[in-house]
């Protein structure tokens, strides 16, 4: 009998009025309509604390103690508990927003992502749904796909995953008459990725 793929997503954006938070409903609705298992850490809302603590980093960066915050460890939990791994969250600066790059020095630790020893699963897949307000094609000329492709795949989750995605969903500024357009297009690609969840 084949079991249903629990996917956890880590959603990262400020404000419920973008166009990332309607693509993260748009992705949820995808996987329940094919009634796959979700859970989600949501930084914003639950008020994530991004930064690391003086205990964390001579622990990561010392060994000088075993302190793990309940928080982080909950999060690692998540995570190993799960077959794929979305992140959801726009470019701000070409990078993550300073909330998922502080989740990642924070749960991302040794012991857990690296070390001699790493207790972080191999996931099946793991997605990045990435949105941008510069186009495709602006992007990739001058790099920057590859560079986050370089920072995403090859670093933070080489090795713990059996398969990657990244999709970007790009000329999403409100100025752009672009974004009227593909609002509809981008939902019903969100959608589509959700329910893709089942096959994997």
Known sequence: MTTSNKVHIVYCHPSENSMTNMIKKAYIKGLKE????????????????????????????????????EHVLYEQNLINN??????????????????LVGYFTRIFTKGFRYGEVESMKTLKQI??????GSGFND?????KIDALKTIFIDDRFKGKSEKFRMFFFTDTSPEKEERS??????????KIIGRSSKNV
Do not use: H
């Not at 914003?44 to 915050?69: A, H, M, P, T, V």
């Not at 997605?127 to 941008?132: D, K, R």
């Not at 992007?139 to 790099?143: E, H, I, R």
């Not at 357009?181 to 969100?190: G, Q």
């Open 139 to 143: 992007l990739k000329s001058d790099g």
């Open 181 to 190: 357009y593909n609002k509809l297009n981008y939902l019903k690609k969100a």
């Open 34 to 69: 094919v009634s796959t298992n979700y859970s989600i850490t949501d930084l914003y809302k639950q008020d994530f604390n991004s930064d690391i603590c003086e205990e964390e980093y001579l622990r990561e960066n010392y060994g000088y103690n075993d302190f793990y915050d």
């Open 127 to 132: 997605n990045l749904i990435i949105i941008t």
């Open 82 to 99: 799960s077959d794929i791994l979305t992140f959801i969250f726009p470019l701000f600066w070409m990078d993550a927003p300073s909330k």
